[in-house]
């Protein structure tokens, strides 16, 4: 029952706080301005992630305070690492400060999160858990923050692995994190109302980044309980389809020559729509290809199977490559 007031509790506050947050945009001039890379065609709020934050943060702390949850200094560090990436990405969305000013951002909310307790000897060795930890958290950052490039994606992408998240989280016991995953999981559901197409107001980059960062989170915390190295599959199979995207954009563009970070209209879901020729359609097939993934990294977790871990593994692994190369040969901008 705890879980599912806050879910109602997520949904509700930011079903109310964006109407509100629209209002501010608009009067304070935090527009996304239509561009050639850009899909939209009209000036577009873009504080969407405001509203998500305290949606968030309202159903968490009511769910804690349920649940009578302690705030360690690991729940604190990870709170306080979430409000931190999203004010650079608000400073970010405001003056456009570019990729030299938000990486070291994005490191030093990765520091606040690791510092505070929140790694659990992902790996084997100190140095080697503390690199590859940054690199995940790091990398979903900014995974989710390419996958922000057409209305709804990042948010439902969200919605679909929070969900399986906490269905983890149920299952080992975790209560911290399960609070996490449906507290985001209802507040990427209610704003996925104002963001499918067409899109009335965007997350920003501050609100992409803070989902990124509290996804990579979940990661990271449904592999506490594991028995098997195995199981680390399990994160990276929830979060594939941001995976599959931020890589296959790195591989296209370092064959075409281009920088990694510029922005453009070259990812896999452009791509996708150009096939489709339909938002909205194109949408929906990134959501279903989010949910199988997601329900199959759920299945993996009730087993330690190695076999089984592997058989995933090859045949995710076989359908990337394929996709990938025929996603490569569709024409972009």
């Known amino acids: 029952m705890s879980y599912a007031l806050t879910f109602a509790v997520a949904l509700l506050a930011v079903a109310l706080l964006v109407p509100i947050v629209k209002r501010l945009a608009l009067r304070s001039g935090f527009l996304d301005q239509p561009s050639a890379r850009k899909v939209h065609k009209k000036p577009t709020p873009l504080l969407g992630g405001l509203a998500v934050l305290i949606g968030f943060f309202a159903a968490f702390l009511i769910g804690a305070r ?64 503390l690199f590859f930890s940054f690199l995940w958290v790091v990398g979903m950052m900014n995974a989710v923050n390419f996958l922000d490039n057409m209305d709804g994606l990042a948010t439902g992408i969200t919605f679909l692995a929070a969900s399986g998240f906490f269905a983890i989280s149920l299952l080992h016991g975790q209560a911290v994190s399960a609070l996490i995953a449906i507290s985001l999981a209802g507040a990427a559901l209610a704003f996925l109302r104002f963001n499918f197409h067409p899109a009335s107001i965007f997350l920003g980059d501050a609100g992409s980044l803070f989902l990124g960062y509290a996804l990579a989170a979940l990661g990271i915390m449904s592999t506490w309980h594991m028995t098997s190295h195995s199981f680390l599959l399990v994160p990276v199979l929830i979060l594939g389809y ?35 020729a339909n938002v909205r359609g194109t949408a929906m097939v990134v959501y279903g290809i989010c949910l199988v993934l997601a329900l199959l990294g759920v299945a993996l977790s009730f087993t330690s199977d190695r076999s089984l871990y592997w058989t995933a593994l090859l045949l995710v692994a076989t359908v990337s490559l394929w996709s990938g190369r025929r996603l490569a040969r569709v024409p972009v901008e």
């Open 66 to 129: 349920l649940q009578e949850t302690s705030f360690s200094p690991s729940v604190v560090g990870f709170l306080a690492g979430g409000i931190w990436v999203f004010l650079v990405g608000l400073i970010d969305d405001r003056f456009g400060t570019g990729p030299l000013v938000k990486l070291p951002g994005q490191i030093i909310g990765c520091a606040i999160l690791f510092f505070s307790g929140n790694t659990n000897g992902l790996i084997t060795s100190a140095p080697l858990d």
């Open 242 to 276: 941001p995976i599959f995207d931020i890589g296959f954009v790195v591989l296209t563009r370092m064959a075409r020559g281009r920088r990694i970070y510029l922005p453009g209209k070259d990812h896999s879901s452009h791509r996708l729509w150009t096939l489709l």
